[in-house]
Each structure stands twice: as structure tokens, then as C-alpha cells.
């Protein structure tokens, strides 16, 4: 064996025991409850919280699970072996990040579930569609603005703290502990020209929006007349609203948003029922 060859054998062994200490943790490493992270302290969630989270929010094999502040790796590892979902776990702790994956590994999914060491602030995790946390109270609202970013509809499952002023869209109590779920709403904030449609009467008007969260305030505006909206919220991408139109009855909308458009059905209180469509002004 020649000296360039050599070495390429040694090179290579290095690599691979470079690449093997990064995935395994120190032989003697046991996390502790309470002992100190960049911004938390790790107490782990209990196996009957971390079912409840994974359930409100719904996962299913074709979702993609991140979970911010891994710990040991509960979390991602029960996505991808009860629902079999993708999973990635962000751990700031290098040690507790490697001692994670092992037993992602142990556990037989490492083909699904995944930890890595990371800053949950820096890391990229916006392909996700369901989110979960355990997080302090101000650090989930550090991290509200960049949740809110995310596509409509991603669910966002904390656990025992919620994130303030946003109320959520469910809420659930284990022996004692908090969950709360988060579903990101589309943006309808503004102004939209609208068509409705009950057999071959059309009509037009305009909607105008108000939006804190998922709740909406706002109006339909027929010429001088001004309805205003009731039971008008979002969830995702579904809206609904409902109001009392020219001839005092009540229309109930229901529709789907995509980008500047949306479109749906709506039924009055005497049985009629119809399409409506509308666009951003």
C-alpha cells in the first residue's frame, strides 16, 4: 500500500469516528431534571402530555413534526412511532442533542425522526406543519412573530404556556397540566369585492375585514347599507362569517382562502343557498 493511499484509509477512519462521536453522547451522560439550558431548565413532558399534544393537533403520517427544545427526544420520537409522521427535534445542549439521537436511534426511527443541535431562534424550521413546544412564557412570545409567518393552517401545540393575548383554538388539561393549539390563520385583513350567487340572481358587494388573530370584526357594504359581520372567525385557510343582508335575513358564509382570493357557499335562514367569491382590493 503506497504512502497517498495510506493515508486516504486514515483519513477516511477519522472521518467516520468524527461523524460516530457527533451522533453518540459521552458514555457517562445522564440528563438531569432542572439542570440548565440556554434559556430553560429541562423538565421533561409527561408520556400522557406529549399523546395529547401530538392528538389536538392531529398528526398523521404526511405531516412534517418539528419540535423546539428537544430534550431527550420524547416528542419526535413518538410522532414518528405513533403516527409515523417526519420529525425533527431543534437542542441547543450538544450533548443532550447527541444523547437525544441516540435514542431516536434505539427506538427504531431514525428513518422518520431526526435531533440536531441548534438555536430554536435561529434555526430554519418553516417547512414545518405542526410545531411543538415547551417553552417559558416570553420565549414563546419571542418566537410568536415567526410562528405567525408561517403557512396558514400549521398547528402549534405548547405545552402549560400559552401565548398571551392569542386565544387558542383548543385547550386541554392532563392530570393538572395545560396543552394549548394553535392553528396559524390566513390574512383577510382589508378590503374585498365580492359576488354572490343563488340561482342566476348575482350580486355584488364589499367585505371589509378587521383581524386579531383568528378573530375577525368587519362588514358587508350594500350601496349605503353597512351589515355588520357576526361569528366571523378563521381557522387556517376556512373562514366563516355570517350577516343580515338588505332584506333582514341572515347569511351564513363559509369558504376557503387562497392568497388574494377566496370562494365558498353561503345559506340564508330560509333554506336558500349559494356561491360567493371575492378578491383583495
Same mark, same amino acid.
Given at each position: 500500500?503506497?504512502?497517498?493511499? $495510506? ?63 428537544? &430534550? ?21 445542549n450538544p450533548e443532550f442533542a447527541r444523547f437525544a439521537q441516540s435514542n ?38 419571542k418566537l410568536r412573530p415567526q410562528l405567525l409567518a408561517m403557512r396558514p ?45 343563488? &340561482?342566476?340572481? $348575482? ?14 370584526? &368587519? ?10 359581520? $357576526?361569528?366571523?372567525?378563521?381557522? &387556517? ?42 378578491? $383583495?382590493?
Amino acid at each position: 500500500m503506497n504512502f497517498t493511499l $495510506r493515508l486516504l484509509v486514515v483519513l477516511s477512519a477519522l472521518v467516520s469516528f468524527t461523524a460516530l462521536a457527533q451522533q453518540t453522547p459521552p458514555q457517562d451522560y445522564e440528563p438531569k431534571v432542572g439542570q440548565s439550558g440556554k434559556d430553560v431548565i429541562w423538565v421533561p413532558t409527561p408520556d400522557d402530555v406529549v399523546e395529547r399534544m401530538l392528538r389536538m393537533a392531529k398528526v398523521t403520517a404526511a405531516d412534517y413534526v418539528v419540535d423546539l427544545g428537544a &430534550g431527550d427526544g420524547k416528542i419526535a420520537i413518538a410522532a414518528a412511532k405513533l403516527f409515523k409522521a417526519r420529525t425533527l427535534g431543534v437542542e441547543y445542549n450538544p450533548e443532550f442533542a447527541r444523547f437525544a439521537q441516540s435514542n431516536v436511534i434505539k427506538a427504531g426511527v431514525a428513518d422518520r425522526a431526526k435531533v440536531i443541535e441548534g438555536d430554536i431562534f435561529v434555526t430554519d424550521f418553516t417547512e414545518a406543519n405542526v410545531v411543538t413546544m415547551y417553552l417559558l412564557p416570553h420565549l414563546n412570545l419571542k418566537l410568536r412573530p415567526q410562528l405567525l409567518a408561517m403557512r396558514p393552517g400549521t398547528r402549534i401545540v405548547t405545552h402549560s404556556f400559552n401565548m398571551d393575548d392569542w386565544e387558542p383554538d383548543d385547550h386541554s388539561s392532563v392530570n393538572g397540566r395545560d396543552v394549548y393549539l394553535y392553528i396559524i390563520p390566513a390574512t383577510v385583513m382589508g378590503q374585498w369585492t365580492t359576488e354572490a350567487q343563488t &340561482g342566476k340572481t $348575482r350580486e355584488n358587494f364589499e367585505l371589509s375585514f378587521m383581524q386579531r388573530y383568528q378573530k375577525l370584526e &368587519g362588514g358587508a357594504q350594500f350601496g349605503t347599507l353597512r351589515a355588520g359581520l $357576526r361569528d366571523a372567525r378563521l381557522n &387556517g385557510n376556512d373562514i366563516r362569517f355570517s350577516f343580515m343582508d338588505q332584506q333582514g335575513m341572515r347569511r351564513d358564509y363559509t369558504g376557503k382562502i387562497s392568497g388574494p382570493r377566496m370562494q365558498g357557499t353561503f345559506v340564508t335562514d330560509s333554506g336558500k343557498k349559494g356561491r360567493w367569491s371575492a378578491a $383583495r382590493r
